[in-house]
């Protein structure tokens, strides 16, 4: 084939594509002006709506049930929703009154699969003009919430201990230096702030008239 002799769809062809198959005139010619010189097959889509921004959803997405709660319709599919709504989420307290050296009441609340907990000498106040003094104390394991007995005299925290109230809550906050819950207990109904002050001292206060 001489140079001059290329026909016009030849000619308009981007530049590589063309020059491997004019160089031999057996092939027949395909319809797709790529084929016959990619052999990797069609290019990987990666636009906006492709691959690589899909691929980053779902790494920000692996540690929360979002996806999980997105694929499902929970009215018409009898497994467990993944995620309640923020402040519904319910969670198990206890108040455990503990006649140790000192009388306490052991607040402590579900969190992170562990018991939060507080000592809080004179109990968790009834009145929204009392405040009380909670000590934070080490997280206990959750089977402390049914935990009673007595403590040997001599050991940490000696002394008897039973359960004064239980219930669930739910959490409006929970940060390192403040926790708002409500108190859905037995006994104890309502809403309550624990703040911190300084060091593991606390405030409890209940935000509820009485
Ligand atoms: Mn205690």
Known sequence: MKPGSMSSSERTAPPGVGAASSTSTSQPRSTSRFAATNPFGPAPITTASGIIPKY????????????????????RTPEPKGKRPKGTHESRFVVQEHHARALHWDLRLERDGVLASWAVPKGIPPDPKKNHLAVRTEDHPLEYLDFQGDIPKGEYGGGSM??????????????????????HGERVQGRYVLFKTHGNQWMIHRMDPP
């Open 56 to 75: 980053r959803e779902r790494v920000a997405k692996k540690r929360s049930l979002d996806e999980y709660d997105a694929k499902r319709d929970f009215a």
């Open 162 to 183: 039973h359960v004064w109230d239980r219930g669930t809550f739910e959490t409006h906050k929970f940060d390192d230096r403040e926790v708002m819950v409500t108190l």
